[in-house]
Each structure stands twice: as structure tokens, then as C-alpha cells.
């Protein structure tokens, strides 16, 4: 496993008390140092529209995008929505508690976890309902269909009722011992409930909480707990009916959402989700080598080492090539055809706290420190 794994993750193994230990198992020799990049040819402009600030964010935050809006929080209780063309808020409230796990939203309804389990959904600046949760989260909730599914850490998956609050069911599916403290799958796919549990992708209906169809991307291997770990990371990639996903340190794979079936798996040692077009699926290895499948077969389309050693966000495919960024606060614009380097700037002294977004014509960063930028690919 990847000597820099515990760089925001840790594990959770459940017992009476659920207690939260760092990656140690993953400690080792460093790694070898990337090779410094000089005097980058700009091939494609990037340009910076706005920048706003959500303070410091210390857990797995999840921007959810929405037109021209955007929904973020931070690790102290902040939660806001900002508009994405302009970086203003459109409101902000602040908690009473920390946040272990956000944002979801649907586009008026927003829902986060708070650090003592507690799921609190807000809209247009007010707290609606909390219900205490038995166990953490730290995925984003889904609001969906006027409802709110929560995957917690031991695996389960809870439904509420959007308006009230009430519990409405409740599935879970056993599982490795120790969990990551980083967020999973979730998604909406027609009228099925899709979620990462383990190393598998799972459909559920919405309704009762039955599981429909189960593939698995990665089987759990290894001589411990820690190897054996192969739950599915965010973000994941939809096109049609195709969902694509990783499975930690193991696999990337699509699973055909209407079907439940797998359409293919390759083996590739990764911990950030993947992201895609209609041709092409990317996904950064622990390595800093960032690979490109074939979207529809699977076969290797391209990888390239220029970042090698670095340690990368999760990226966003855009038409004009691939965002990507590294712990030293550089965003990275690779080619789609080859992932030769396009441009690179400098957004923070910090790694990003998520995945890039796109909302209202924006490219949405967030780091570590809260700093929030749009940018503009032209």
C-alpha cells in the first residue's frame, strides 16, 4: 500500500466506543521526490474569475453543484451556498457543531453529518430537522427525491423523509472491519439507489431499502485488515447508464446502472475517485501517474508520469483537458489525447479539500485553508 495513504485518511475500526486510528500500517520508506517542473509552455489559457473564502476544511467535503450555485461548508459549522458565476454568497449559516460529512444537496434542500452523528438538512439559510445518526459519516448525504439517504461508517444505509425527518428504513451490509475516513459512493440512478459498500456497487431501491443488483469492482485481499480495504472513494462518474467508480488501493471498474452488470475492471493502486467523459475515464494512481481507460472496454488510452511522486487530488474532466492538483497547492490542465502538461497555476500553499466542480461556466476549487476559486477555461 501507498506509503502517503494517511495523508487525510484514517480508519475507524466499530466497537463499542468506534475508535479512529491513523493509516500506521501504511508507514514506510518516503517517497522519492517529484521532479521539479521548469518554465511550463501555456498551450491552454486558464484564467481566475473569482475568489472567496469558507475557512479551513479538515474533512471530506463534497461541493455539490447546481446551475450557477454551489454548496460547501466548512470543518467549524459553516455551511454556505455561494453563486458560482460570481463567488457572493447567496446565504451562510454557522452550526453549533463541527461537520464530519457534507454538503448534499438537491438544489434547495442541503444536508450535512455533524461530528457527534447528527444529520441536520438546512434551506435558504435555516435549519429545518436533525435526527441523531448511530454511527459517523463521512459521506456527503444524498438528497434525492424528496428524501435523504445516509451511508455511515458502519456500512449502513439510512433513509429520512425530506420533510419531516422521519426514519423511513434502513440497510446494511456486512463488511471489512475497518472503514475509510474518506467520503463513498452515492448517487440517484433513475428510480434505484447506488451505493459503494466494500469493494461493491450496490442497487437499492429507494423505496424500501432491497437490494436489487450488486457488482463488485474489487474483492478484498491481503494478510490484515488494512490490505483487505477496498471500499469505493469519490467522486464517481455517470454517463448514461454507466457509473464508474474506484475501489480503493485495488481497482477502477463501470458498472451498466440499469442492467446490474459490470462492464469492466482494472487493476490500478489509487485512492481518489475517477472522472470522465463519454470516451474517456481518468484516474490518478497513488504514484502521481495518472492513468486514462477507454471508457467503453477499459483498455489503458494513455498515462503519463509528468506528476509522478506527487500527491494528487481527485481530478475533473473538462473539454479543454483534465484538472488535477497536487498537495503544494499547483493545479495541473492535462491534454486529453495524451496527458501532456497544457498550463499549471498556483491556487494555495494546500492540497485541494475535493474534487474540481463545474457550476454556472465555473471550474470551482476548494483547498485545505477555504480558499474557493473560479476559474474560467476558455
Avoid: H
Avoid at 476544511?57 to 459553516?78: H, K, W
Avoid at 475533473?316 to 489525447?337: E, F, I, K, M, Q
Amino acid at each position: 500500500m501507498n506509503t502517503n495513504s494517511s495523508r487525510w485518511i484514517s480508519l475507524t475500526r466499530f466497537a463499542l466506543a468506534g475508535v479512529c486510528v491513523a493509516l500506521a500500517a501504511c508507514s514506510g520508506p518516503s517517497r522519492p521526490k517529484p521532479t521539479e517542473i521548469q518554465g511550463v509552455t501555456v498551450l491552454q489559457e486558464i484564467r481566475t474569475s473569482w475568489t472567496a473564502n469558507v475557512g479551513k476544511v479538515d474533512f471530506p467535503l463534497v461541493v455539490s453543484a447546481r446551475e450557477d450555485r454551489i454548496a460547501l461548508a466548512n470543518s467549524q459549522g459553516v455551511v454556505a451556498v455561494l453563486d458560482a458565476t460570481t463567488g457572493k454568497d447567496i446565504w451562510r449559516l454557522k452550526l453549533d457543531q463541527a461537520i464530519s460529512a457534507g454538503v448534499g444537496s438537491d438544489g434547495q434542500q442541503l444536508a450535512v453529518v455533524t461530528r457527534n452523528n447528527e444529520l441536520v438538512t438546512l434551506q435558504d439559510g435555516k435549519v429545518q430537522w436533525r435526527k441523531s445518526l448511530p454511527a459517523q459519516s463521512f459521506t456527503a448525504p444524498l438528497v434525492a427525491g424528496a428524501r435523504v439517504f445516509v451511508l455511515t461508517a458502519d456500512r449502513s444505509v439510512i433513509a429520512f423523509d425530506g420533510a419531516t425527518g422521519r426514519q423511513l428504513w434502513t440497510q446494511q451490509r456486512p463488511g471489512e472491519p475497518l472503514v475509510l475516513k474518506q467520503a463513498g459512493v452515492m448517487l440517484a440512478f433513475k428510480n434505484t439507489l447506488v451505493v459503494g459498500l466494500s469493494g461493491r456497487l450496490s442497487g437499492l431501491d429507494p423505496n424500501t431499502g432491497v437490494i436489487r443488483w450488486e457488482s463488485a469492482i474489487a474483492t478484498p485481499r491481503g494478510t490484515n485488515d488494512v490490505e483487505r480495504l477496498v471500499d469505493l472513494v469519490a467522486p464517481f462518474d455517470r454517463v448514461g447508464d454507466v457509473v464508474c467508480v474506484r475501489a480503493f488501493q485495488a481497482a477502477v471498474g463501470c458498472v451498466n446502472a440499469e442492467r446490474g452488470q459490470g462492464v469492466w475492471t482494472r487493476p490500478s493502486a489509487g485512492e481518489m475517485g475517477v472522472s470522465g467523459n463519454e470516451t474517456l475515464l481518468v484516474a490518478p494512481m497513488s504514484n502521481g501517474v495518472v492513468q486514462a481507460f477507454n471508457r467503453s472496454n477499459g483498455e489503458r488510452v494513455w498515462d503519463t508520469e509528468r506528476l509522478k511522486y506527487r500527491i494528487l487530488s481527485a481530478p475533473l474532466v473538462t473539454p479543454r483537458g483534465v484538472l488535477v492538483a497536487d498537495n503544494g497547492g499547483w493545479l495541473y490542465l492535462l491534454s486529453l489525447a495524451d496527458g501532456a502538461l497544457l498550463n499549471r497555476i498556483k491556487l494555495d500553499s494546500e492540497e485541494l479539500a475535493t474534487a474540481p466542480v463545474f457550476a454556472g461556466g465555473r471550474y470551482v476549487v476548494v483547498t485545505r485553508e477555504g480558499r474557493v476559486t473560479g476559474l474560467q477555461i476558455p
